[in-house]
């Protein structure tokens, strides 16, 4: 069965910290790791990240991919209390298409 | 238009009602999905939409009905439901094939069943 966990489960920092969400993962057929950001309601898409060692980057985010040691890291710089939410890592992978598997998540707090 | 749209945006409703919950998107997506949110929790894959047909049912008790009249609209209809099914409910859609696997979801019903 395909497995995510993130850590830390949570993470208290205050503005213009530098964040690093951590998400490792096993999977039997990988075909994509994606990130999610959830504030109050719906999951936002953040990065789909296919390839090993290549960054995508967002304004000041950024995330990258291990394929060899099934990890990926969500990088937040100058955080804003706007970038408090719950970080999703989501794996998209199995038999099943369409079918992801959710880690528990990482919440973010920035404070002022 | 890259929004889903999902109503009613909160629903209270009681164990023997009947209702449905209502979600479309207009992106020419041919795969939709429900999902249930309990606080504090990731989503839970309820039903995956392919082309108008149902292609996942992840073992959903049968008080949850999906349907999907088109390729734009997917509904979940509910029937004599227990207090547990209280939570959010996500609908998302996604274009099919090989790469494409970032979801777009929709805001979420809130569904209080007392």
């Not at chain 2, 929004?3 to 998107?25: A, D, F, R």
């Not at chain 2, 939570?87 to 809130?110: D, I, K, M, V, W």
Request: hydrophobic share 30%.
């Amino acid at each position: 069965e395909d497995k995510v966990v993130q850590s830390p489960l949570s993470l208290v920092v205050h503005e213009g910290d530098t964040v690093t969400l951590n998400c490792s993962y096993e999977v039997t057929n990988f075909r994509s790791l994606l990130w999610y950001k959830q504030e109050k309601k719906a999951p936002t898409f953040l990065f789909m990240l296919t390839s090993s060692g290549i960054e995508k980057k967002s304004g000041r985010l950024s995330s990258i991919l291990d394929k060899k040691e099934l990890f990926s890291i969500l990088n937040i710089t100058a955080t804003q209390t706007g970038d408090s939410a719950v970080y999703l890592c989501v794996l998209a992978g199995g038999t099943s298409y369409g079918k992801l598997t959710f880690g528990q998540g990482t919440i973010l707090t920035v404070h002022p | 238009d890259t929004e889903v749209t999902q109503t009613p945006k909160h629903l209270v409703m009681g164990m023997t009602n009947k209702k449905s919950l209502k979600c479309e998107q207009h992106m020419g997506h041919r795969a939709m999905y429900w999902y249930k949110q309990k606080a504090k929790k990731p989503p839970e894959l309820m039903f995956v939409y392919s082309y108008e047909k149902l292609s996942i049912n992840e073992s959903v008790p049968s008080r949850f009905s999906p349907e999907c009249p088109n390729s734009s609209l997917l509904n979940l209809h509910l029937h004599a439901l227990q207090p547990e099914d209280s939570a959010l409910y996500l609908c998302a859609s996604s274009q099919t094939g090989t790469g494409n696997y970032e979801q777009y979801f929709g805001p979420g019903t809130r569904l209080t069943v007392t």
